[in-house]
């Protein structure tokens, strides 16, 4: 069975720093990867993911992550925050070639700081 | 495109009582899901369902009953509510293998 683990439930970074949020996850098979946000009051949307080919991923607002695999971790870094960003970030992992579930991790709760 | 909807966005309930949560999607997709979200727990899976006619426990069914009523209704019951299942829950929608797409949650409390 696969899971997910985000080492920090909150972090806190000022605005204009970069920023990473870790995630590490477990699983005997091949995976997809996702990194999801969810604003304030809303539900959640994709930033990116990760299913084949390079290991560094480009998503929306400016956001990236990196898989890798011996480590088996997937990073969620950005270069530079705004206050904008002040979100929960779930990471989440499913099977390849398999069924369509999805394991989401505790999440982290990012604060932008003035 | 509205994506996902869920009705209602508020609820509020006496234990005991029950109630539906629907949900709907007009992106076409086969599979559609049910979550709840606790604070410090993430999402849970409750329900899912591949396909039209098919549906499949989650990691925590007790409690909730669901209907894929055609390939875009998905919808969540509680027979008999407790305080326990005082959540945000989500419905997410999404074609094989891709990525989930969420509606905006309701908030339910169970006094």
């Known amino acids: 069975a696969q899971s997910v683990t985000q080492l920090d439930s909150q972090v806190p970074v000022f605005e204009e720093a970069p920023v990473e949020l870790r995630c590490n996850y477990s699983s005997s098979v091949s995976v997809y990867l996702f990194w999801y946000v969810q604003y304030p009051n809303q539900g959640l949307q994709l930033l990116l993911k990760y299913l084949s080919g390079s290991t560094l991923v480009k998503g929306i607002n400016g956001f990236e992550a990196e898989f890798n695999k011996s480590q088996t971790s997937f990073h969620l870094r950005k270069p530079s925050v705004h206050i904008s960003d002040t979100a929960e970030y779930f990471c989440?992992?499913?099977?390849?070639?398999?069924?369509?579930?999805?394991?989401f991790g505790k999440g982290t709760r990012l604060h932008i700081l003035p | 495109n509205a994506g996902v909807t869920q009705t209602p966005k508020f609820q509020v309930l006496k234990t005991g009582q029950s109630m539906t949560l629907q949900c709907a999607q007009d992106?076409?997709?086969?599979?559609m899901y049910w979550y709840r979200q606790d604070p410090g727990m993430g999402l849970r899976l409750i329900y899912y369902?591949?396909?039209?006619?098919?549906?499949d426990k989650g990691e925590v069914p007790n409690g909730y009953n669901v209907s894929r009523l055609n390939k875009r209704e998905f919808s969540l019951r509680l027979e008999s509510a407790a305080p326990s299942q005082t959540s945000v829950y989500f419905c997410a929608s999404s074609r094989p293998l891709y990525e989930q797409y969420f509606g905006p949650g309701t908030r339910l409390t169970v006094t």
């Open positions: 369902s591949a396909s039209e006619g098919t549906t």
């Open positions: 989440a992992v499913s099977r390849t070639g398999r069924d369509d579930k999805i394991i």
């Open positions: 992106m076409n997709h086969n599979s």
